[in-house]
């Protein structure tokens, strides 16, 4: 159980760091326009995502909470 804990720990200081390092994401998604019979016509649209600094810190805080308290815990 320990270790479970220290690895979420681990993975929630990864998601922080990378959401406060590189707060906006892009992707592509693929949306059908018109389909006429067999015939279909799709775009392939860009958007973005961007992560709120607060959630970032949340999860930074909570992940190092973890990985510290992680080690203290009964079994």
């Given at each position: 159980?320990?270790?479970?804990v220290i690895i979420l720990g681990v993975i929630l200081v990864v998601l922080g760091v990378v959401g406060l390092v590189h707060p906006v994401f892009t992707y592509h998604q693929k949306e059908e326009v018109a389909k006429i019979g067999p015939i279909q016509a799709t775009v392939n649209e860009e958007k973005e995502v961007q992560v709120p600094v607060?959630?970032?810190?949340?999860?930074?805080?909570?992940?190092i909470g973890l990985v510290l308290l992680g080690p203290r815990m009964k079994q």
């Amino acid at each position: 159980m320990k270790r479970f804990v220290i690895i979420l720990g681990v993975i929630l200081v990864v998601l922080g760091v990378v959401g406060l390092v590189h707060p906006v994401f892009t992707y592509h998604q693929k949306e059908e326009v018109a389909k006429i019979g067999p015939i279909q016509a799709t775009v392939n649209e860009e958007k973005e995502v961007q992560v709120p600094v607060a959630v970032s810190i949340v999860l930074l805080a909570a992940g190092i909470g973890l990985v510290l308290l992680g080690p203290r815990m009964k079994q």
